[in-house]
């Protein structure tokens, strides 16, 4: 067992330091024009890795991708976490992670251009900001801090909003999204239950330095 053991170990390193090659290389594709176009081939060269190797790990295509932009989004989710660490208040999470969100296209390119060349609704799905936003969503409610009856209908309005505001960015550039996005974390916190001034403040809160 004592031989066998570093063996198992080694062969999972391996294993997973493929699929994460995979994951890389995708991203990369991803983020160029016409990366979904790719050959599993292509991808297979990109990461370094021998084509017969993709297959013990992906069953296509469309399950490395979606491995991909989860990946990235996880990143970028976990890079806000840094941002607003320390920070107890749920509504001042939330506003957080809203205002770092609008600032995707600038603070992570490379994200927001594999968002935009696969689907930009994909920022809502299981990973990245979501799930921290249902977080922050539940604990204001359990805590007394927010007065929603129905959150489902909140993530559903600020998921929308934050889509809204990448379009905007992608179709206006110029656009102020920095005033948008405060915007709609002041109007997001006044619907679960803050005052209209005291939502304004926590909006308009200067963010945490990066660390």
């Known amino acids: 067992m004592s031989m066998t053991a570093p063996s198992m170990n080694r062969f999972e390193r391996r294993r997973a330091d493929t699929r994460q090659a995979l994951v890389r290389a995708a991203r990369t594709i991803l983020a160029e024009p016409g990366g979904t176009s790719a050959s ?3 991808i297979a060269e990109r990461a370094d890795v021998g084509f017969g190797s993709f297959y013990n790990h992906f069953t296509g295509k469309p399950d490395l991708f979606d491995a991909a932009v989860a990946d990235a989004l996880e990143e970028y989710a976990q890079a806000v976490d840094k941002r607003l660490h ?3 208040d749920p509504a001042e999470r939330l506003a957080g992670g809203v205002r770092l969100g609008a600032r995707l296209a600038e603070s992570h390119p ?7 060349h696969s689907e930009l609704s994909r920022i809502c799905a299981g990973h990245g900001l979501a799930p921290r936003a249902k977080r922050d969503v539940e604990q204001g409610m359990a805590s007394g801090r927010f ?3 129905e959150p489902f209908i909140v993530l559903t309005v600020l998921n929308g909003s934050l889509l809204a505001l990448l379009e905007l960015w992608l179709k206006r550039p110029e656009a102020d ?7 709609m974390a002041e109007s997001l916190l006044h619907m679960l239950g803050l005052s209209p001034d005291e939502a304004r403040t926590l909006a308009r809160r200067p963010l945490p330095d990066p660390p």
């Open 86 to 88: 320390g920070l107890d």
């Open 110 to 116: 490379e994200i927001m251009r594999i968002l935009c």
């Open 40 to 42: 599993i081939r292509a």
């Open 177 to 183: 999204s920095d005033r948008a996005a405060g915007k």
């Open 147 to 149: 007065t929603v009856v």
